[in-house]
């Protein structure tokens, strides 16, 4: 049976920047040609399995719990990397979609204080606040058996994640400080040094 | 009251650097790469549809090129399981019995020979002089037959009063089988349907099934207690030549219960010098049933050998 791409196009079009949003968050920790990886292997299996999707108006939920599997699994793989040469299977031939220049703003800053967090509450507080999920919708994509534990997960992650951005900024002020000094040492020595060769050629 | 720590609570409460933080992820925008990603889904899409059927084959083709060697030691370790199953056994079995038995001369034949078991042509009559005491002696060759038919033409014999003795000789033949058929054959099992049985019937149907399959020293007690538990006791001589292993299955309505009666031979010598306290701790760990009660382990000592019977019980 031929594929319906052009409805699961359709359907994707409003979630697309969501889904894009969350998937490359989720992989904070790594770099973008990862998350790339892990988009292009969530919208495969998608439009794979689309046939078997038999509700459509609930198409967003199951597309991000493709996506959250799709980690998960990606997680794993990396590890075993680490100690089996795998075949890196499928190549990511996905379209460029992510910036690959380093930056030091505040996007860097939650991306690096989001690396820090466990795979599930990253999934968790990302989906709660980027994809807007409901509780109960987290709990089904997170395959978790009570709306408590997704409660007290996004409570918890999210107490954890302003402590660490309150860690990291204190960090980022003090190099501030001793940057800013180091220049004005700098200005002050080179004022000295041209007032002294003005002075010697007066 | 104590303050709420739902997260949509959190949120409204505590607008603090975080949620300007995360606002950087929501304010986000890549819906420029949309057309870019369409047009990829779309070809995937497309080869996705003509080269499933391929894909499956070389995933397949893949999958044995890269495991190969996982197959070969699969094969390697199956053939040397079905080499060492096939591995021939010598077993030694009875084939037939020999019936003789001794009589006056003069006493009429006529009492047996109408017997439905005795074949004429198997029979044969010779005389035999013993201090001076003649006797004819009949010898009767019957092969195929088992232990019960055995024991029940004995019985036929008993009741002729001119006989003056009964002697049965099994006729043992070496038979070489291979392994399986060799476990296969010592082991047998019994299936049994107990449901509206009542205990009486059930109790026959298993002591009849055990007969049949030869094996004859059974005290077997069926019980059904107040709860409508059935208890089945079953006690088998172990010095019993004819006890084989055996599986007994029954059904009870909705229950099953299965009891395995496995003939363990025990070195005597290891019970020499022990003490009934820890002969009864070697029977448990040998049974494997710390559970069973010290009444249960019968441990009779005679003439310097140590016999030890076990009384194990199952609740239905």
Redesign the interface.
Known sequence: MPRDTNRFIELLKPNYNDAVKYCRALCSKRSADDAEDVLQQSLLQALEKFDSLNDTDKFRSWLFTIITRVFYTSIKRYFWRRFIPLDKGERTDIPEIYNRTENFDSKALINKALSKLSNKERSAILLFEIAGFSIEEIKNIQNEKSDSAIKSRLSRTRQKLKQIILEMESNHSGKLNITSKNIIEDIENETIKLSAEYNKGK | MKPS???QN?TKE?K???D???S???N????E??P???????E??YR??NIKEERKIVRMKNYFLVHKMRFVYTFIILALLAGACSLPVTQNETIGHVITWTMPPGTSSDQFINFPWVDRSKLSVSENTDNGKTENIYTLMLPGSTDIEVQKYQKDLEKIHDITSIKIFPLNENVKRPVYAAALHSFFRINVNATKMSDEELSRQIENQLKENGIQNISLDVKTDIDGRRKIKLNLDQNDKTLKNFELRIDDEKNQEVLKEVKKTVDQDKFRGKSDEEIRNMVKEDLNNPDIKDKDIQIIRENGEVKVKVNVEKEK
């Open positions: 720590n739902s997260p959190i505590n603090t650097s975080t300007q933080y995360i950087h992820i929501k986000e925008d890549f819906t790469t949309f870019a990603v369409e047009k990829w889904l779309r995937r899409s996705l549809n």
